[in-house]
């Protein structure tokens, strides 16, 4: 299975989805439920093409990194084959975030969306630069949602950065999945313990007020009291010589 086929395949499911999105319903949101219904079967012919995709990245992922270690062991250059397991792992997650995207599609900003990851990941595969479609994003209605998040043009940095703080367990297994989880649940552990440590800081700097008395004491009551220890003090004076 070749790169060549996953780029097709990618192409091919970016083609059915911009058919569909020529239905005028698509445009309008009180019928998109409706257009979502007329399509269904073909979105999820789409996804089921995507999850294809994604395997043929992770044989790709498995391959390069088995022929990593084996070069490393032989002290080769393995800079070709750190190159194609970076090239898998960028398009696994573009292959996944369209996936994801497309199985909760709900609204037109959603499916703009998967169309669009799917036309990054094309250009990727040609060996083009991961840019937004313009074409797409001023497609009427225009969607702010949309154009803020993929003018960005951040979506691809983030992506290598997961992957330089994953390679080396990348290479060590050549499971994209599998590392992928292992990433996640070290982001949401330290998320949970980052949220911990700001909560037991801000109890500590917040300060204490202290809560005075409070007296309850009746103006009767403070007289008796008064005469109390006055005779108490007279009752317990020394004599007077």
């Not at 992922?61 to 062991?73: H, L, M, V, W, Y």
């Not at 499916?111 to 937004?132: H, I, V």
Request: aromatic content about 8%; some cysteine.
């Amino acid at each position: 299975m070749s790169v060549e086929d996953i780029k097709n395949k990618a192409s091919n499911v970016k083609g059915k989805i911009q058919k569909m999105m020529k239905d005028k319903q698509f445009k309008n949101e009180a019928k998109f439920f409706d257009w979502k219904c007329k399509y269904s079967m073909q979105l999820n012919e789409c996804a089921g093409e995507l999850n294809l995709c994604k395997e043929m990245f992770s044989l790709i992922a498995f391959t390069s990194a088995e022929a990593i270690r084996k070069g490393e062991d032989e002290c080769r250059d393995t800079s070709l084959q750190r190159n194609e397991l970076r090239n898998a792992f960028l398009g696994y997650l573009m292959m996944d975030d369209a996936l994801y995207t497309l199985k909760s599609i709900d609204n037109y900003d959603s499916l703009t969306f998967a169309y669009e990851y799917l036309d990054m990941a094309e250009k990727r595969l040609k060996g083009e630069k991961a840019k937004r479609n313009l074409h797409t994003l001023f497609r009427k209605p225009e969607r702010e949602g949309v154009k803020s998040v993929l003018e960005n043009e951040e979506l691809d940095e983030k992506r290598l950065k997961i992957y330089s703080e994953t390679e080396e367990e990348l290479i060590n297994t050549g499971n994209i999945e599998t590392t992928l989880k292992h990433y996640r649940e070290r982001k949401k552990e330290e998320k949970k313990n980052g949220k911990i440590i700001a909560k037991n800081n801000s109890q500590k700097e917040s300060p204490t007020v202290a809560v005075p008395d409070k007296n309850y004491e009746s103006e009767e009551e403070r007289r008796k009291r008064v005469e109390n220890e006055n005779s108490r003090s007279f009752n317990t004076a020394p004599p007077e010589i």
